[in-house]
């Protein structure tokens, strides 16, 4: 049965996830409210992107059976990969960047710093996003962390 958007009223198949129309969510966010062990699910799953926090609640019960705490730990681990091979990529780019005489220095720290803000700020939301109790997913990151944190 089809269902039409209460936005815009666009119709829809009623197993759509977004109205095609206007994009609204027609689905309620699924939110953690639970508790894991002695903290609640939302704050677990911040400090998972804390890194060393994530590491344990991957090895420790109950967290490790968590599927928010999990998922949570998985995108964190998975940024930090991220974040470890784009530090690498900037190291050669500005290697041959030093080479262009002036120029070269300036752009190798602006490109350094576009970059680091741009880190901070995709942190910053999902630290945020956890906190709210949502399964926030970066692309590529997050359906990595989705399949980790349902899978085993
Ligand atoms: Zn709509």
Same mark, same amino acid.
């Given at each position: 049965?089809?269902?039409?958007?209460?936005?815009?009223?666009?119709?829809?198949?009623?197993?759509?996830?977004?109205?095609?129309?206007?994009?609204?969510?027609?689905?309620?966010?699924?939110?953690?409210?639970?508790?894991?062990?002695?903290?609640?699910?939302?704050?677990?799953?911040?400090?998972?992107?804390?890194?060393?926090?994530?590491?344990?609640?991957?090895?420790?019960?109950?967290?490790?059976?968590?599927?928010?705490?999990?998922?949570?730990?998985?995108?964190? $681990?998975? *940024?930090? !990969? &991220?974040?470890? @091979? +784009?530090?690498?990529?900037?190291? %050669? =780019?500005?290697? /041959? #960047?030093?080479?262009?005489?002036?120029?070269?220095? $300036?752009? *190798?720290? !602006? &490109?350094?710093? @576009? +970059?680091?803000?741009?880190?901070? %700020? =995709?942190?910053? /939301? #999902?630290?945020?996003?956890?906190?709210?109790?949502?399964?926030?997913?970066?692309? &590529?990151?997050?359906?990595?962390?989705?399949?980790?944190?349902?899978?085993?």
């Amino acid at each position: 049965m089809p269902i039409s958007c209460p936005q815009c009223a666009a119709a829809m198949p009623n197993a759509a996830a977004y109205c095609p129309g206007c994009g609204r969510a027609m689905r309620p966010v699924e939110r953690a409210r639970g508790t894991v062990g002695a903290l609640p699910e939302t704050l677990a799953g911040a400090l998972a992107y804390f890194l060393l926090p994530a590491i344990v609640f991957l090895l420790v019960k109950p967290y490790n059976q968590n599927r928010f705490v999990r998922f949570h730990s998985f995108q964190s $681990l998975g *940024v930090c !990969l &991220v974040v470890l @091979v +784009v530090g690498a990529l900037l190291r %050669v =780019v500005g290697f /041959v #960047l030093f080479f262009i005489p002036a120029l070269g220095p $300036l752009l *190798v720290g !602006l &490109v350094s710093m @576009v +970059v680091i803000l741009a880190f901070i %700020v =995709v942190w910053a /939301v #999902l630290v945020v996003k956890a906190l709210q109790g949502e399964m926030f997913k970066l692309p &590529v990151v997050g359906e990595f962390a989705e399949r980790k944190a349902t899978g085993d």
